[in-house]
T-cell receptor, first 111, second 116 residues
Framework: AQSVTQLGSHVSVSEGALVLLRCNYS??????LFWYVQYPNQGLQLLLK??????LVKGINGFEAEFKKSETSFHLTKPSAHMSDAAEYFC?????????FGAGTRLTVKP | ETGVTQTPRHLVMGMTNKKSLKCEQH?????MYWYKQSAKKPLELMFV???????ENNSVPSRFSPECPNSSHLFLHLHTLQPEDSALYLC???????????????FGSGTRLTVV
């Protein structure tokens, strides 16, 4: 079965600093990978998705992620953090049984 | 209305009550899901409906009973719940092609359930 592992349950950055949220996947077939964001008391919102068209995927709110097959990684980055980026972020992989989510990474942005 | 709508947003119920959560999607998707999100725990997939048929039931207690009357509506019927069932219940929908939700899921805003 496919799965994802998010490294670090909490990440704290200063406003304007680089955001890097890590995700590694295990998959026996080319995966479909996703990043979602969840703000307090809200559902999950799709940030971006990888479906094999391009290894560097751009999403909403200035986020992007790079698919690296050799490292089985799909890390999420943003060059400059904004206070409004504070939220929980989930990496996910799609397989025949549905979407499997990582445990989530809570991003804190300090002024 | 667009997207996935869940009602109610908040629900407080006693352990002997019977209540239902409702989810409606206006996206034309062919699959719908119930997830449970508890504090400090990963998202738990509860039920999957594809083309209105239940295809996944992850050993959910029988006090949770799903219903999918058509491709746009999904219900979660609740009865004799326990305090540990307090959580955020999320509904999602997707378009499944060849068995994969390649375009991702669209989530509702959730129902915050408190069992007292």
């Amino acid at each position: 079965a496919q799965s994802v592992t998010q490294l670090g349950s909490h990440v704290s950055v200063s406003e304007g600093a680089l955001v890097l949220l890590r995700c590694n996947y295990s998959s026996s077939v080319p995966p479909y990978l996703f990043w979602y964001v969840q703000y307090p008391n809200q559902g999950l919102q799709l940030l971006l998705k990888y479906t094999s068209a391009a290894t560097l995927v751009k999403g909403i709110n200035g986020f992007e992620a790079e698919f690296k097959k050799s490292e089985t990684s799909f890390h999420l980055t943003k060059p400059s953090a904004h206070m409004s980026d504070a939220a929980e972020y989930f990496c996910a992989v799609s397989d025949l049984k549905g979407m499997r989510f990582g445990a989530g990474t809570r991003l804190t942005v300090k002024p | 209305e667009t997207g996935v709508t869940q009602t109610p947003r908040h629900l407080v119920m006693g352990m002997t009550n019977k209540k239902s959560l409702k989810c409606e999607q206006h996206l034309g998707h062919n699959a719908m899901y119930w997830y449970k999100q508890s504090a400090k725990k990963p998202l738990e997939l509860m039920f999957v409906y594809s083309l209105e048929e239940r295809v996944e039931n992850n050993s959910v207690p029988s006090r949770f009973s799903p219903e999918c009357p058509n491709s746009s509506h999904l219900f979660l019927h609740l009865h004799t719940l326990q305090p540990e069932d307090s959580a955020l219940y999320l509904c999602a929908s997707s378009q499944v092609v060849g068995g994969f939700a390649n375009y991702g899921y669209t989530f509702g805003s959730g129902t915050r359930l408190t069992v007292v």
